[in-house]
């Protein structure tokens, strides 16, 4: 059955903001350290970011609905995040750069819930996972199309700064698909209040949310990996394309991930995704080489695919009403453990090394799969 039009036209949306913003991210540490500053800052301005975001969430979510609309909250968001972003060519001093990503990471934050919450209200539970993966292909496809853009600029002999500022264009450009391309049915957003159902299912949601909480906590900022990279001999001219062929592989696949939850159940695929993510992060403990880091990056890949769709449709699965909410509090929580996860592994890196900060975060991983599996029933949908 073909996905609902709004599904598609957020996806176009999401495209287009990606494209965007990864054509500054994959550049960010280097950046940063060009400024003067090391691991443990680039941990702080992660982290900083999105527990910024994070609170945000909760907040735009409720207010999503508690509105007959969500997409006025959605349009400010990308908005936002639109206009900041490419002030990273103007910074000057580490901080400024801290500034302008709370700045990107607050549009997030308001956007984030709502837009999750219309995208579950649109779809049938059958197709729900197939749906959230769809949208997460087409954000990982506009991540692919970033830092081939920034990549193009940097071999032309374009600095940092000019690929920051040229990322304003596919910003604009969503901002006309998302005003223009998405129209909201008022009628498919529900009232916030419980119902007996959501009710059984708290405890449920609650626990999911708890174990959320663990694997977080070792899913640090994926700017470690860069930086790891970099490491291991990857060239600054490399990176961008690197992270363009990470988001590849995430983007063929993210479909297929949603669609397996839909057939498998959420928590095993989740669990699977988790177990993925453990193997890798140990992988990029021990490279040594720049082909390690290529092979790493497309297999930590299918982390992003077997866990970003199920783990929202999960969370729609939990939540039968005022979704807004619960996809604000699912939201919030991984942003905000996004700060002491980054400033732990930027601490054991500065001090013991990449071996004992990604060894802890695959640990974790290990511990919250196995959770999951135990604590968090199966929802029949």
């Known amino acids: 059955m073909a996905l609902p039009r709004a599904v598609k036209a957020l996806g176009v949306v999401s495209l287009l903001t990606d494209a965007s913003s990864e054509m500054i991210y994959p550049l960010l540490p280097a950046f940063l350290i060009a400024l003067g500053s090391g691991p443990a800052f680039l941990g702080l301005v992660e982290g900083l ?53 709370l700045a990107d990471r607050t549009g997030k934050g308001t956007r984030g819930a709502p837009r999750d919450a219309l995208i579950a209200e649109v779809t049938s539970a059958a197709d729900r996972g197939r749906a959230f993966g769809f949208h997460r292909a087409m954000d990982h496809a506009g991540a692919f199309v970033g830092p081939l ?127 993925v993510y453990a193997i890798a992060y140990l992988g990029f403990a021990w490279a040594s080489t720049p082909l390690h880091a290529w092979l790493l990056f497309g297999f930590y890949s299918l982390f992003f695919a077997l866990t970003e769709g199920p783990e929202r449709a999960l969370v729609a699965d939990l939540a039968a009403r005022a979704r807004g909410r619960a996809f604000g509090l699912y939201h919030a929580l991984t942003g ?27 640990g974790l991983a290990a511990v919250a799969a196995a959770a999951l599996l135990v604590l968090v029933p199966e929802r029949r949908r």
């Open 49 to 101: 970011a999105e527990a910024t975001a994070a609170g945000l969430k909760v907040l735009s979510g409720w207010l999503s609905d508690r509105a007959r609309r969500r997409k006025p909250l959605i349009v400010a968001g990308y908005g936002l995040s639109t206009v900041a972003r490419p002030l990273l060519a103007l910074a000057a001093a580490p901080w400024h750069v801290l500034a302008v990503r």
């Open 149 to 275: 853009l920034a990549s193009a600029a940097l071999a032309m002999g374009a600095g940092m700064r000019t690929v920051f500022a040229l990322a304003a264009i596919p910003g604009a450009l969503c901002l006309l698909v998302l005003v223009f391309g998405v129209r909201e049915d008022q009628e498919a957003v529900p009232r916030p209040e419980a119902t007996p159902d959501e009710e059984t299912t708290s405890s449920s949601f609650r626990r999911y949310l708890a174990v959320l909480a663990v694997f977080t906590l070792g899913n640090s900022t994926d700017a470690f990996l860069l930086l790891r990279a970099q490491q291991v001999g990857v060239s600054l001219t490399a990176l961008p394309l690197l992270w363009a062929f990470h988001h590849a592989v995430k983007s063929l696949t993210s479909t297929w991930g949603g669609g397996l939850s839909d057939r498998l159940g959420r928590r095993k695929t989740i669990a699977l995704g988790w177990g």
């Open 336 to 362: 905000a453990m996004l700060l002491p996860a980054s400033l732990l592994t930027g601490a054991i890196w500065q001090r013991w090394g990449a071996l004992a900060a990604l060894g802890t975060g695959a």
